[in-house]
């Protein structure tokens, strides 16, 4: 799999990335870290780092761009290297709440950092696309010796549940300059263990402050616009987005912030027309509000959407009410009608979704 594309060129890294090296004058200490430090597979040096680490920590994001950090610890070696494309790592029993999981069903990027934290303090970041397997599919598809999974068993027999697949994009060094020299010492590892003692109980003591929460302070709305944008189409000629970048009309400054009602959310190829020139200035902010009007509140497509989700207790309620207070031959000209009614909704929602 190739990096990903830019607006530049073919070089790493993402569009923002080269916005900010370019606004605070990194651009070619970052050329020259993509071309001397990073590549898109694992040599035989990461290889060897990365097969002598017992850890590691892990991020994703749901589709909404809503990020968790995790961490994934086991025998040494647990993160097993299938080729220098492709690693995976096992899923133990946690606490059920599949945060990470979660989120690599929704949106399969994921970012991995290895740190060698006992011996050359060097880390190895390791991004890619995951994929979720069951056991059965990793023993009959990966060439992995048994040991692979009898090493990962606890003593009670446990297993992991099932394994993360990493189709690695890119693989590049975190310096070793700030990060601190670890001594390991004896710690006995309760693998899958549910006993509250050995997991820390409620160290934070949440059971007790439950009743003291304080209110969640809500996602940015920008934020939030943006990515509910960027799972659309390109707002310039309407194809679908598989890869959105973005075009600020009015340049990053102190007045004018990175914010969504400021940007277009565009495909690559339009990207390119606007920075060439190609399109007008003025048509793009006139297309930039039809947009932000079209995600205002009130929009037709926010009525729309709500409409849809009051569709269904609306449909419940009417059959409730008719089977309680009518006779069976209106009963089945009600639900004849329904039928109709909801032939024609379907028709229409396709229509204007």
């Known amino acids: 799999m190739q990096p990903k594309e830019t607006t530049t060129s073919n070089k790493p890294g993402s569009v923002g990335e080269h916005l900010l090296q370019k606004e605070y004058g990194d651009t070619a200490r970052a050329n020259s870290f993509y071309e001397t430090q990073m590549l898109d597979h694992l040599n035989d040096r990461m290889k060897k780092l990365l097969s002598a680490q017992e850890m590691v920590f892990i991020a994703t994001s749901?589709?909404?761009?809503?990020?968790?950090?995790?961490?994934?610890?086991g025998p040494i070696g647990f993160v097993r290297i299938i080729d220098s494309k492709t690693i995976a790592y096992p899923e133990y029993r946690g606490n059920g709440v599949h945060a990470s999981l979660g989120n690599i069903l929704e949106n399969p990027h994921i970012g991995m950092i290895f740190v060698d934290f006992f011996g050359s303090t060097v880390g190895l970041h390791v991004n890619g696309r995951a994929s979720i397997q069951e056991n059965q599919y990793v023993r009959k598809n990966f060439n992995l010796p048994s040991e692979a999974f009898s090493n990962v068993q606890t003593k009670n027999g446990k297993k992991p549940e099932r394994w993360v697949v990493v189709d690695i994009q890119e693989a590049y060094i975190h310096c070793a300059k700030h990060v601190p020299k670890l001594k390991k010492l004896n710690k006995k590892i309760h693998w899958g263990t549910d006993d509250e003692t050995y997991k820390g109980?409620?160290?934070?003591?949440?059971?007790?402050?439950?009743?003291n929460h304080s209110p969640i302070s809500p996602?940015?709305?920008n934020n939030r616009l943006y990515f509910e944008r960027a799972k659309q189409h390109c707002e310039w000629c309407f194809t679908w987005l598989d890869s959105p970048h973005v075009h600020q009309l009015i340049p990053i400054g102190p007045s004018h912030p990175h914010e969504a009602n400021n940007l277009l959310v565009v495909c690559q190829d339009c990207l390119s027309k606007i920075?060439?020139?190609?399109?007008?200035?003025?048509?793009?902010?006139?297309?930039?509000?039809?947009?932000?009007?079209?995600?205002s509140a009130h929009s037709y497509s926010h009525l729309l959407n709500k409409a849809k989700e009051n569709l269904t207790p609306t449909i419940a309620k009417i059959i409730d009410t008719s089977l309680s207070e009518l006779s069976k031959e209106k009963i089945i000209l009600r639900i004849i009608a329904l039928l109709f009614i909801l032939h024609y909704l379907s028709h229409f929602f396709m229509l204007h979704a």
């Open 275 to 295: 920075q060439s020139g190609s399109i007008d200035q003025s048509y793009l902010q006139h297309r930039l509000d039809e947009q932000m009007q079209k995600w």
């Open 62 to 73: 749901d589709a909404n761009g809503e990020s968790d950090c995790s961490f994934r610890a």
């Open 219 to 221: 996602t940015d709305l």
């Open 201 to 211: 109980g409620d160290f934070f003591n949440v059971t007790t402050s439950a009743k």
